[in-house]
């Protein structure tokens, strides 16, 4: 017995292992947490403490892996403060399977959480060789006018790739990337999303905007276009920021989203995934709220989680 026994758990791994290398192309979430990640640095609330205590409770901020199996090739959309941490966990995740570095790097804008790990790259820690960050044409000046960016750019740590809004780039026979633009606030460079097209799957990734109905597309419409779509959940309500003017940093509250979707079927809404939470939005931390908002039949994404 314990010969079969063994026989079959290591069949059962084989299986899982070639499961993974034959499938077709997915998206890992590396990270769901706003740009300051959680716990966030200088909260002494309720909201960060137990994180604080309990390292399995820490999230990373906002980030994921586009992965195309049969060509052994990754993409990683945003270059956060963890990412030294995220290409780890990857790499765990995957088994080794892929290269520790991806194909290139994709990134929406220039606030704190999505592009400062590029530090990384350069000649004091890893001084990876023309490694492409993809960006449009705004991010590509403040990265190559701007130190410590235009040192990467410089000593050809980075290459970076420039992305023009509304265009499709194929990765690989089955994977494109189209490049679209979101109003936020642009203080540094603009603000891109991305749609992933992958074989019959569409994946939509809105990060960060300031409000829906500044966008001149209809975000119901883009929705329903998409499988999965990983959309701007920083806020759950207004109330977040009692010491601040939440103004000063617009987002679309998760309520006022549930609002604009609130006739639409099951079928729509099953597509949304929440993501980029700031270390307020009970969603991170508030198990009963969390459980309550799902029982209603809204999502999350969760870090690890494959699409």
Same mark, same amino acid.
């Given at each position: 017995?314990?010969?079969?026994?063994?026989?079959?758990?290591?069949?059962?791994?084989?299986?899982?292992?070639?499961?993974?290398?034959?499938?077709?192309?997915?998206?890992?979430?590396?990270?769901?947490?706003?740009?300051?990640?959680?716990?966030?640095?200088?909260?002494?609330?309720?909201?960060?403490?137990?994180?604080?205590?309990?390292?399995?409770?820490?999230?990373?901020?906002?980030?994921?892996?586009?992965?195309?199996?049969?060509?052994?090739?990754?993409?990683?959309?945003?270059?956060?403060?963890?990412? &030294?941490?995220?290409?780890?966990?990857?790499? *765990?995740? @995957?088994?080794?399977?892929? !290269?520790? #570095? =991806? %194909?290139?790097?994709?990134?929406?804008?220039?606030?704190?959480?999505?592009?400062?790990?590029?530090?990384?790259?350069?000649?004091?820690?890893?001084?990876?060789?023309?490694?492409?960050?993809?960006?449009?044409?705004?991010?590509?000046?403040?990265?190559?006018?701007?130190?410590?960016?235009?040192?990467?750019?410089?000593?050809?740590?980075?290459?970076?790739?420039?992305?023009?809004?509304?265009?499709?780039?194929?990765?690989?026979?089955?994977?494109?990337?189209?490049?679209?633009?979101?109003?936020?606030?642009?203080?540094?460079?603009?603000?891109?999303?991305?749609?992933?097209?992958?074989?019959?799957?569409?994946?939509?990734?809105?990060?960060?905007?300031?409000?829906?109905?500044?966008?001149?597309?209809?975000?119901?419409?883009?929705? &329903?276009?998409?499988?999965?779509?990983?959309? *701007?959940? @920083?806020?759950?309500?207004? !109330?977040? #920021? =009692? %010491?601040?003017?939440?103004?000063?940093?617009?987002?679309?509250?998760?309520?006022?989203?549930?609002?604009?979707?609130?006739?639409?079927?099951?079928?729509?809404?099953?597509?949304?995934?929440?993501?980029?939470?700031?270390?307020?939005?009970?969603?991170?931390?508030?198990?009963?709220?969390?459980?309550?908002?799902?029982?209603?039949?809204?999502?999350?994404?969760?870090?690890?989680?494959?699409?």
């Amino acid at each position: 017995m314990r010969t079969s026994f063994y026989t079959i758990l290591f069949l059962f791994f084989f299986h899982v292992s070639n499961a993974q290398e034959s499938t077709g192309s997915f998206i890992q979430i590396l990270g769901i947490a706003q740009d300051g990640g959680y716990p966030h640095a200088g909260c002494k609330k309720n909201c960060c403490a137990m994180a604080w205590q309990h390292d399995s409770l820490q999230k990373f901020v906002v980030s994921f892996a586009l992965v195309d199996p049969a060509a052994k090739k990754w993409w990683l959309f945003e270059a956060t403060p963890d990412i &030294k941490f995220q290409l780890q966990y990857f790499r *765990d995740l @995957t088994r080794g399977i892929y !290269n520790y #570095l =991806p %194909e290139g790097v994709f990134i929406t804008h220039a606030h704190i959480g999505h592009y400062t790990g590029l530090a990384q790259f350069g000649r004091e820690v890893m001084n990876t060789k023309e490694l492409p960050v993809y960006v449009l044409p705004g991010m590509k000046d403040f990265l190559e006018t701007n130190g410590p960016w235009s040192q990467l750019v410089k000593l050809k740590n980075i290459l970076i790739t420039p992305l023009k809004e509304d265009s499709v780039l194929l990765l690989t026979d089955r994977i494109r990337v189209k490049t679209f633009r979101v109003p936020h606030r642009d203080e540094f460079s603009e603000t891109a999303g991305f749609k992933i097209s992958s074989g019959n799957k569409v994946y939509l990734f809105i990060p960060d905007i300031d409000k829906w109905e500044k966008w001149n597309r209809n975000i119901i419409d883009e929705v &329903k276009l998409a499988d999965v779509a990983l959309l *701007d959940g @920083t806020f759950y309500e207004g !109330n977040e #920021l =009692p %010491e601040r003017k939440i103004s000063e940093v617009p987002h679309p509250l998760i309520t006022e989203t549930m609002e604009l979707f609130k006739n639409e079927g099951d079928m729509v809404k099953s597509k949304i995934f929440f993501i980029h939470f700031n270390h307020t939005n009970p969603l991170l931390w508030n198990n009963e709220v969390k459980a309550e908002f799902k029982k209603q039949g809204w999502r999350i994404a969760e870090q690890g989680e494959v699409f």
